[in-house]
């Protein structure tokens, strides 16, 4: 089993996240996929000699995601969830493990569009955040949504892994 290292920074005052329930859920998700061979099997890990996967998490609020937005992507809105797939993204020559981990990146999420979002879907906000986990994920390990085979393909994994830790998501 992949040894995983969160860096877990809640910068968003009105919700206080369970941090252990969140670090639980995330490795579980994170297992999951490294068990799916297609994904273990495509994802930028493949290949690789290592021991153990990092990356952090910054919960933030939709001000702060419209910031990263406009200065890091040249967009002018606020987002859900941004990935920074560093070590996905990087080339080959960029690509380093140090001391048998690797670092896959960032995922931040607005936990205020996080609670609106499901709101609007009538879920918990908890079954929200984890579905955005799950994706965010997805995106570490170097799959995207850019056409309709791709975002089912994430879809499906995305609710079969939450569907693994007991989550029923329907909601897309």
């Known amino acids: 089993m992949i040894k995983l290292n969160l860096f877990i920074d809640n910068i968003y005052l009105n919700w206080t996240v ?6 639980d859920v995330t490795q579980k998700l994170f297992a999951y996929y490294m068990n799916q061979p297609e994904i273990a ?4 890990l493949n290949n690789y000699q290592y021991e153990s996967v990092a990356f952090d998490f910054l919960l933030c609020n939709s ?8 200065e890091y992507r040249r967009k ?3 987002a859900d969830i941004i990935t920074f797939a560093v070590f996905a993204d990087s080339t080959e020559e960029e690509k380093f493990v140090l001391d048998l981990e690797i670092n896959l990146g960032e995922i931040i999420i607005a936990l205020d569009k996080v609670t609106d979002e499901a709101e609007k879907k009538d879920i918990s906000k908890e079954t929200e955040l984890y579905f955005l986990i799950s994706h965010g994920i997805l995106h570490l390990l170097g799959f995207d949504h850019q056409t309709e085979d791709e975002f089912n393909f994430i ?3 995305q609710k079969n892994a939450l569907e693994s830790i007991g989550i029923v998501y329907d909601k897309v």
């Open 18 to 23: 369970d941090k252990e329930k969140f670090e």
């Open 41 to 44: 099997e495509k994802c930028c």
């Open 63 to 70: 001000k702060k995601t419209h910031e990263i937005n406009k």
């Open 76 to 78: 002018d809105y606020p």
């Open 155 to 157: 879809i499906k994994h």
